[in-house]
């Protein structure tokens, strides 16, 4: 357990549906990141936020998608409309604020897109 | 842009057999460099990192050194366990913590 947690762990939803993951990072943790990892494939950067500012989004993170972190602690990330090819495994990480330091991630959240 | 390029797996090995896994990458300047770890059923965890040209990163008998001049961070372990069967992915870090990742290589120890 790295003190990242994720909520839900597993999601099973049909096409068109919207969902909202969870995120909690580590308490004292500024930075807070979503990947997305594809069967076979390393993890992908989506977006990146330093407190409550998100700063950073991948050309991945199409209209239907939009994350927040109301109060610079826990985050959300939606998908609207989903898509099959929606479905893969949302982690989210979390870090002090310095690039020299580990980036400790959550168990993800497993997508299944019907 | 920055990249990341693993060694094509799965890697399958005895127990007690020496491990390499290769790894190169593409980048400006010098990042941070990464390695990975992912249990079947759990989380990524990092496995041992290192910060500057000629680092050596260590961890449960695994290491990797920073290597500028061939731009590479192989993975080793001189004697594999069955506990090491996982999915290893190397990765760099830019300076506003962007992790790129690898592919990822499956590893399978057998008794």
């Known amino acids: 357990d790295t003190g990242v947690s994720q909520d839900p762990r597993h999601k099973i939803t049909k096409r068109g549906q919207n969902v909202t993951f969870r995120c909690d990072p580590i308490?004292?943790?500024?930075?807070l990141y979503w990947y997305r990892q594809t069967l076979g494939q390393g993890p992908e950067f989506l977006t990146y936020?330093?407190?409550?500012?998100?700063?950073?989004k991948s050309r991945l993170l199409s209209d239907r998608f939009s994350a927040e972190r109301p109060k610079g602690s826990f985050s959300t990330l939606e998908i609207q409309r989903t898509e099959q090819g929606d479905s893969a495994m949302y982690l989210c990480a979390s870090m002090r604020d310095s690039a020299q330091e580990t980036q400790y991630f959550g168990p993800g959240t497993r997508l299944l897109v019907l | 842009g920055n990249s990341v390029t693993q060694m094509e797996g799965p890697v399958t090995l005895s127990e007690e057999a020496f491990l390499t896994i290769n790894c190169t990458y593409t980048a400006t300047g010098y990042p941070s460099l990464f390695w990975y770890v992912q249990y079947p059923g759990e989380g990524l965890q990092l496995l041992l990192k290192?910060?500057?040209?000629?680092d050596k990163g260590s961890n449960k008998g695994f290491e990797a050194t920073y290597r500028k001049e061939t731009t590479s961070f192989h993975l080793e372990k001189g004697s594999v366990q069955v506990s090491d069967s996982a999915v290893y992915f190397c990765a760099l870090i830019t300076s506003y913590g962007k992790l790129t990742f690898g592919q990822g290589t499956i590893l399978t120890v057998h008794p």
């Open positions: 308490s004292e943790h500024n930075r």
């Open positions: 290192a910060t500057k040209a000629d």
């Open positions: 936020f330093q407190n409550e500012a998100q700063l950073e």
